[in-house]
């Protein structure tokens, strides 16, 4: 749950008093134009970057006063993948479910390895793998603890089409079990496939929220509308 989310740098004010709530078994999609506060909203919720103002409780912990307790249960994808150049993939992995004291660490590893196609290459370091290749490794190691809450930047960077259908599924399965799902991308088909609820921000605020029926609700002009034409209209841009 979020409640007044401030971030601000200075005179610049990135997010303005953001209320948002995220339950568990739900996807929701993050979309905005550039600047509007997605990542700088991801990177407070994920403890990265300390709120101005306002507070964020993870599966009922305050991240501020139970910075622990709150982090253990959130996992974040960014849009680059940030790998250590002497490790493997499958030491990537191990590690996080060390870090997060995931017991059975070696049964979830080799489940990962199959559920994100990277069979085979459990020995290869990241100098030796694509760029997609190397997302699907910090995917990998973000799952291994069974997070309760989500939390994806732009995660489609440098995937196939295969990858791309293998992680809508990974999401899915995940939020199916339980789990809170915060997904920013540009990519508004994406969105609109995976997400049961959409947020957009504009310039740091809220302008709109809910699913795509709600979304088009006291609309005419928007019904049958998909998520293009909703984002279009309710941020006031232009298609040109």
Known sequence: MISGLRKAWGDHVAVHGLDLTIPGGVVVGLVGPNGAGKTTTLRCIAGLSRPTSGTIQVDGFDLVKQPLDARRRI?????????????TVADHIRLAARLYGVAAAEESLQALIVELDLAGRER?????LSLGMRQKVAIAAAFVHQPAVVLLDEPLTGLDPVAIRRLKRTLRRRADQGAAILLSSHLLGLVEEIADRVVV?????????????????HRPELAGAGLEEIFLHVTGASDG
């Not at 290869?124 to 030796?128: C, D």
């Open 75 to 87: 996992a974040m994808v960014p849009d680059v993948p940030r790998l250590f150049p002497y490790m």
């Open 124 to 128: 290869s370091f990241p100098g030796e």
């Open 201 to 217: 921000l504009q310039q740091g605020r809220l302008v709109a929220q809910g699913d795509l029926a709600s979304l088009r609700t």
